[in-house]
């Protein structure tokens, strides 16, 4: 059981468009959702946090209107990543939890971004 | 401010035992998490400890002394599959995830 998917696990974009990356839970309700940054050899970064129906919450220095997050049900929540730049370029990943036990975070595969 | 701090690489061989230690400064405290890392993927859930002592669970352990702001990660008869980094998180007051960098742990034959 609780099991997070990602969408898509890669993708390569040209500088200037726009990508959206899928998290789902898929046996679980997620009342919280997270997403991450993670740069080669570095540790994760927390972006943001979002609960469902409700605007998410961003950490210092991301911005906001740059990387969009919509929680829009219990199961998904989406990233936009507007306007890519190279230095976008990086690996994404979710991690989900359901408010349950001590609040454990399932984590999604990832999703490795590069832009040209 | 909140802080966790662990060595950035570690080396052990093969078969043999490694400490990871942890140390952590948060506003409030409501657990410490252990996950593993290998390259390119995503992070797994190791282990969990709340309370002061030691949870064993197999080939791993996780240590917590919450007077002392500490833990550690115990790997025993290690295989070359444990090579990964090894992050600490520590949860707080909002039960928010505060992450250390990592440690990576390479293990020789």
């Known amino acids: 059981g609780a099991v997070v998917s990602q969408h898509p696990s890669w993708v390569i974009c040209k500088s200037g468009t726009s990508v959206k990356i899928e998290c789902r839970s898929l046996?679980?309700?997620?009342?919280?959702m997270f997403w991450y940054r993670q740069f080669p050899k570095q540790s994760l970064m927390l972006m943001a946090t979002?609960?469902?129906?409700?605007?998410?919450?961003?950490e210092q220095g991301v911005e906001k209107d740059k990387f969009l997050i919509n929680h829009a049900s219990l199961t998904l929540s989406t990233l936009t990543v507007t306007s890519a730049h190279p230095e976008d370029s990086s690996f994404y990943i979710c991690?989900?939890?359901?408010?349950?036990?001590?609040?454990?975070?399932?984590f999604g595969p990832g999703t490795r971004l590069t832009v040209t | 401010g909140q802080n966790i701090d662990q060595p950035t690489e570690m080396t052990a061989t093969e078969g043999a035992i490694v400490q990871i230690n942890c140390t952590y400064q948060?506003?409030?405290?409501?657990?410490l998490f252990w996950y593993q890392q290998h390259a390119g993927e995503a992070p797994t859930f190791l282990s969990y400890?709340?309370l002061d002592g030691l949870e064993e669970k197999g080939r791993f352990s996780s240590f917590l002394s919450r007077s002392k702001g500490y833990s550690y990660l115990l790997l025993k008869e290690l295989q070359m599959k444990d090579s990964a980094s090894y992050l600490c998180?520590?949860?707080?007051?909002?039960?928010?995830?505060?992450w250390g960098a990592g440690t990576k742990l390479i293990i020789k034959p």
């Open positions: 948060t506003s409030g405290f409501n657990g």
């Open positions: 998180a520590a949860s707080d007051s909002n039960y928010q995830l505060i």
């Open positions: 400890n709340v």
């Open positions: 046996d679980f309700q997620a009342t919280t």
């Open positions: 979002s609960n469902e129906g409700s605007k998410a919450t961003y």
């Open positions: 991690s989900a939890n359901d408010g349950g036990g001590f609040n454990e975070q399932y």
